[in-house]
């Protein structure tokens, strides 16, 4: 089983911390591990350009550096999303990224893959925010397809990335043993909501008279609009 996590900064602290309390959950199953961290693996601002979505992604002024961090993502069976509050939300790192993914969202081009993959959201905060922010990456998930998502988010004083040193440190690796126990059950038997399959349903409906020719032809090979489904 191959894990992604996505960490919206490259500060080692709180949200670092929390991501290697879950990852050390997954150590006993000869799991593949692969990190994509932002700002450092990826910087690229989104233009609003749209040619990702009217042109194909291809013509994203960033598709080179873009590609082929998204096909980390299609080759994973977890995907994390790990970030730290900022001002009330995720990083500007966090959402840089996740605008470049417009393309692949459900009333567009979604990947099949997707339909089979199992999320993680990890929040941190010194102060409010953990639940707008979860909601956000929350949001992001669903509509690129992942029918499963989890969250935990934390608000706390800073750990300094020592986890070990941290008072609180037996209550959180308790939460975290039980959610990493029902992710690793959810992996095992994937599906697919109504939530989702409802939502497919009616993109679906409205790419038989779309206005764009991108995404229509897209779902035309998928053989989706002919009763055809990635899940």
Known sequence: MKILTVIGTSHIGNTRAIVDLFLNEFNDNNNEFDEI?????????????ANCILKGEDKCPHYNKINPLIKKLD????????????????????????????????????????????GLILTTAGGSGV??????????????????IFNYGITTMKMGGNYCDYKN???????????????????????????????FKLFGMTQKNGWNKVDVDYWKQQGWLDGKKPF
């Open 37 to 49: 961290i932002i700002p450092k693996d990826f910087n690229d601002i989104c233009y609003g350009c």
């Open 169 to 199: 440190k037996e209550l959180i690796k308790n939460q975290v043993n039980k959610k990493a126990n029902q992710i690793k059950k959810a992996l095992q038997k994937r599906k697919v909501g109504i939530k989702t399959k409802l939502f």
């Open 131 to 148: 639940k707008a922010t979860t909601k956000l990456l929350k949001s992001n998930l669903f509509y690129l397809g992942v029918p499963q």
């Open 75 to 118: 080759e994973a069976d977890l995907i994390i999303l790990a970030t730290p509050v900022f001002v009330g939300s995720c990083t500007s790192g966090m959402k840089l990224f996740l605008d470049h993914l417009a393309y692949m969202w459900l009333v567009h081009r979604p990947k099949a893959s997707m339909f089979n993959k199992v």
